[in-house]
């Protein structure tokens, strides 16, 4: 019944991939709670006749993998085989029941956001509070990234856009690496960075498997986004930096 007063569905159900190490355990539950999630809402709406105008799912640019390259990733890409693309995969496909039934089927593969509060960028500027910039893992890994203004935006449009369907990248279009990130936060703040960074080496053996999230990354196209009409309010990391 909470389905039949609605006509379209958004589902961003998932467990946080940054709490906790990654142990066989926690790495079923943040599959199956993305996954399980789809098909429950599929169940309870397609197989009970209820067909919603459009399901939009959250998805994450970590299908295309973890990994520091200089190829620029777009949605024609095929899913990485590392447990985060393998991720991604499933979660996407959960949604893929809705489009057979019919329904305007939106994957939103999302970078990381950038938020004054409860974003992973909080945490890796957190020693900025005592007046330390910390830089993590190579530096030149890329560091794709969205403001959560536009991430909003983004899936207000595919809510609102009927000519939208299937995967879309939503990561700004200034592709940043790790030390251009770290060193704009320390211009804004007037901190020095003169720290020596913290190894790759030291980080996976804090945080295990989960450190690639740190220590990789690669360049992310937004050119699909952009060509349906969509607009970036905070197209660079300067000024996303200065909203959070």
Same mark, same amino acid.
């Given at each position: 019944d909470a389905f039949r007063e609605g006509d379209a569905i958004i589902h961003l159900?998932?467990?946080?991939?940054?709490?906790?190490r990654w142990s066989d355990a926690r790495k079923r539950e943040i599959i199956r709670s993305?996954?399980?999630?789809?098909e429950l809402l599929n169940r309870m709406t397609v197989g009970s006749g209820i067909i919603p105008s459009v399901f939009i799912t959250a998805s994450g640019v970590n299908y295309y993998g973890s990994e520091i390259t200089?190829?620029?990733?777009?949605?024609?890409?095929?899913?990485?085989?590392?447990? #985060?693309?393998?991720?991604?995969r499933l979660w996407e496909a959960a949604a893929d029941p809705f489009a057979e039934a019919g329904v305007r089927v939106v994957k939103v593969r999302t970078a990381?956001? #950038?938020? &004054?509060?409860?974003?992973?960028?909080?945490? /890796?500027?957190?020693? !900025?509070?005592?007046?330390? %910039? %910390?830089r993590l893992g190579p530096g030149n890994q890329y560091f794709p990234w969205i403001h959560i203004d536009d991430l909003c +935006?983004?899936?207000?449009?595919?809510?609102?856009?009927? !000519? /939208?369907?299937?995967?879309?990248?939503?990561?700004?279009?200034d592709n940043v690496?790790?030390?251009?990130? /770290?060193?704009?936060?320390?211009r804004q703040k007037g901190l020095p960075v003169f720290l020596p960074r913290v190894p790759?080496? #030291?980080?996976?053996?804090?945080?295990?498997?989960?450190?690639?999230? #740190?220590?990789?990354?690669?360049?992310?196209?937004?050119? +699909?986004?952009?060509? &349906?009409g969509f607009q970036f309010r905070y197209p660079d990391i300067s000024s996303a930096l200065l909203a959070c």
């Open positions: 159900a998932g467990s946080n991939i940054g709490e906790g993305r996954t399980v999630t789809g200089e190829r620029i990733f777009t949605e024609a890409d095929p899913p990485a085989g590392d447990f #985060l693309g393998e991720t991604c990381v956001v #950038l938020a &004054s509060s409860g974003s992973a960028l909080n945490k /890796m500027t957190a020693p !900025t509070r005592a007046g330390l %910039v %910390v +935006r983004a899936y207000h449009k595919a809510l609102t856009d009927n !000519t /939208m369907s299937g995967p879309y990248n939503a990561a700004a279009p690496t790790h030390d251009t990130l /770290m060193r704009e936060v320390a790759a080496w #030291l980080l996976r053996a804090v945080l295990g498997e989960m450190s690639v999230l #740190l220590t990789t990354g690669s360049r992310i196209s937004s050119e +699909r986004l952009s060509a &349906s």
